[in-house]
């Protein structure tokens, strides 16, 4: 039976949720309450717009556990409503680059007559989309800022309330740009508050190349000098992972391409993210040695006392297939890096193949020691027994490890035989070696 694919129920969560939290439900749509009221994100006030004191949420000050003494929030820190958002990316330096207001818009108040047996005239909200395109062609460095635009029909727009603010470096062959869009509508007291509010608001760029491909580049992102392991190795797992652009106030969307060039960024309040799903079947390799031997993490099976020289033989082809793996997997592909990468790829080559040695000295421990093995056996009958509670429910049932759980399992009894004190009578009973702390996932 094939598992249920959730994916279009996710996908239909998201978009009710954006909807909901930022709008619009319908793109031309008429809404009755406020749309600041209605909608908590994406909105750009009026440049210098305060939070009202009921809003301001600027926390008032905590102790200092040093002196007795409050320490006051910082004044003005969030006192200011947001009224711009930008981002920063990178493009060919001859390529002209396309910048849209995307989903921005304004609301607009509409008083209709009255619903049947009503008396006072109504007031509605009506969307209304700003669509403005401004065309950056290539150039020299500068700063500069438009409130001149083109509408869809291809007729110009001036409108002085809406500004885009330009910075441009080159680079290495490359236009560096920062471009944010700014609220500058001054609020007057004839005109309701939401008229001069832009929501939904974004920005969507686009830029093609002479070849007919993106134009777009991903950003450079410095070599991790002087790194510590922890960065190296993060270096290393995202080598792959090429950022395009840096969101100001808000986060940047794009779609990969394998040629490292990309035609449109655009901005987005609520981004997603797809994240792949992990299989516990693992590795062909894992999977080609359960196919051999089924009943290998199998606690009601590793408990079985009188089975000692199969359940090591066991446990040794299993070690022999994680050691398989680093040979293929990891081992065959070192050379291919070079500078933090390599050193950072050797280092983790290095953990691995201790890991496997720490598993093999324990398999061998449980091969020569007798209160080693008895500890085993009984710990496995133990977690067993406590899997198939009553109590569980449906969860009830024999426990099969997850192979990292019996791993870790493995290579704690390496100090079995370095602990032969009397400690090693109660942890017989435990079923857990001497000096070794628990993982969680283990004890349960």
């Given at each position: 039976?094939?598992?249920?694919?959730?994916?279009?129920?996710?996908?239909?969560?998201?978009?009710?949720?954006?909807?909901?939290?930022?709008?619009?439900?319908?793109?031309?749509?008429?809404?009755?309450?406020?749309?600041?009221?209605?909608?908590?994100?994406?909105?750009?006030?009026?440049?210098?717009?305060?939070?009202?004191?009921?809003?301001?949420?600027?926390?008032?000050?905590?102790?200092?556990?040093?002196?007795?003494?409050?320490?006051?929030?910082?004044?003005?820190?969030?006192?200011?409503?947001?009224?711009?958002?930008?981002?920063?990316?990178?493009?060919?330096?001859?390529?002209?680059?396309?910048?849209?207001?995307?989903?921005?818009?304004?609301?607009?108040?509409?008083?209709?007559?009255?619903?049947e047996g009503g008396k006072r005239r109504r007031r509605i909200w009506a969307r209304r989309q700003l669509d403005y395109i401004h065309e950056i062609l290539p150039g020299e460095a500068g700063i500069w800022s438009v409130h001149d635009f083109v509408g869809p029909d291809g007729a110009p727009?001036?409108?002085?309330?809406?500004?885009?603010?330009?910075?441009?470096?080159?680079?290495?062959?490359?236009?560096?740009?920062?471009?944010?869009?700014?609220?500058?509508?001054?609020?007057?007291?004839?005109?309701?508050?939401?008229?001069?509010?832009?929501?939904?608001?974004?920005?969507?760029?686009?830029?093609?190349?002479?070849?007919?491909?993106?134009?777009?580049?991903?950003?450079?992102?410095?070599?991790?000098?002087?790194?510590?392991?922890?960065?190296?190795?993060?270096?290393?797992?995202?080598?792959?992972?090429?950022?395009?652009?840096?969101?100001?106030?808000?986060?940047?969307?794009?779609?990969?391409?394998?040629?490292?060039?990309?035609?449109?960024?655009?901005?987005?309040?609520?981004?997603?993210?797809?994240?792949?799903?992990?299989?516990?079947?693992?590795?062909?390799?894992?999977?080609?040695?359960?196919?051999?031997?089924?009943?290998?993490?199998?606690?009601?099976?590793?408990?079985?006392?009188?089975?000692?020289?199969?359940?090591?033989?066991?446990?040794?082809?299993?070690?022999?297939?994680?050691?398989?793996?680093?040979?293929?997997?990891?081992?065959?592909?070192?050379?291919?890096?070079?500078?933090?990468?390599?050193?950072?790829?050797?280092?983790?080559?290095?953990?691995?193949?201790?890991?496997?040695?720490?598993?093999?000295?324990?398999?061998?421990?449980?091969?020569?020691?007798?209160?080693?093995?008895?500890?085993?056996?009984?710990?496995?009958?133990?977690?067993?027994?406590?899997?198939?509670?009553?109590?569980?429910?449906?969860?009830?049932?024999?426990?099969?490890?997850?192979?990292?759980?019996?791993?870790?399992?493995?290579?704690?009894?390496?100090?079995?035989?370095?602990?032969?004190?009397?400690?090693?009578?109660?942890?017989?009973?435990?079923?857990?070696?001497?000096?070794?702390?628990?993982?969680?996932?283990?004890?349960?």
């Open positions: 039976m094939s598992r249920p694919d959730y994916r279009s129920v996710r996908t239909d969560l998201l978009r009710t949720a954006t909807a909901l939290l930022l709008g619009p439900l319908e793109p031309n749509e008429e809404i009755a309450s406020a749309p600041v009221d209605t909608y908590l994100t994406g909105i750009l006030w009026p440049e210098g717009e305060m939070l009202d004191v009921m809003e301001d949420d600027q926390d008032n000050g905590a102790p200092n556990d040093a002196d007795g003494e409050i320490d006051a929030g910082v004044p003005g820190y969030r006192a200011v409503r947001p009224c711009s958002l930008g981002l920063t990316f990178a493009v060919d330096e001859q390529a002209t680059v396309v910048v849209s207001t995307a989903l921005t818009a304004r609301y607009v108040p509409i008083e209709r007559e009255p619903t727009i001036h409108d002085p309330t809406v500004r885009l603010h330009i910075r441009r470096r080159l680079s290495g062959g490359r236009q560096i740009l920062t471009i944010t869009l700014i609220n500058k509508a001054q609020p007057t007291d004839d005109r309701l508050r939401d008229e001069f509010c832009l929501l939904q608001s974004g920005l969507k760029i686009q830029s093609i190349a002479s070849d007919g491909q993106g134009a777009i580049r991903p950003r450079q992102t410095p070599a991790p000098a002087g790194a510590d392991d922890d960065a190296r190795s993060a270096a290393l797992l995202y080598r792959d992972v090429l950022e395009y652009a840096v969101g100001h106030g808000v986060a940047v969307i794009w779609e990969p391409a394998p040629e490292q060039r990309i035609g449109w960024l655009e901005t987005a309040w609520m981004p997603v993210a797809s994240v792949k799903g992990m299989s516990a079947s693992g590795h062909d390799t894992l999977r080609k040695f359960l196919g051999q031997h089924p009943q290998a993490l199998s606690a009601e099976w590793l408990a079985r006392q009188e089975e000692r020289g199969k359940v090591t033989s066991v446990l040794r082809g299993l070690a022999c297939s994680y050691e398989e793996w680093i040979r293929d997997e990891l081992a065959s592909r070192v050379d291919g890096f070079s500078g933090d990468l390599r050193i950072a790829a050797d280092r983790n080559l290095g953990l691995c193949r201790m890991t496997l040695r720490r598993i093999q000295a324990g398999i061998d421990t449980l091969a020569s020691d007798e209160d080693a093995w008895k500890a085993f056996t009984l710990a496995n009958a133990a977690m067993d027994r406590q899997s198939r509670f009553p109590a569980k429910g449906e969860r009830a049932g024999p426990l099969t490890w997850r192979p990292f759980q019996l791993a870790t399992y493995l290579w704690s009894y390496q100090v079995w035989s370095i602990s032969r004190i009397p400690t090693a009578i109660t942890s017989t009973c435990s079923g857990f070696p001497p000096a070794v702390a628990r993982p969680k996932h283990i004890s349960g």
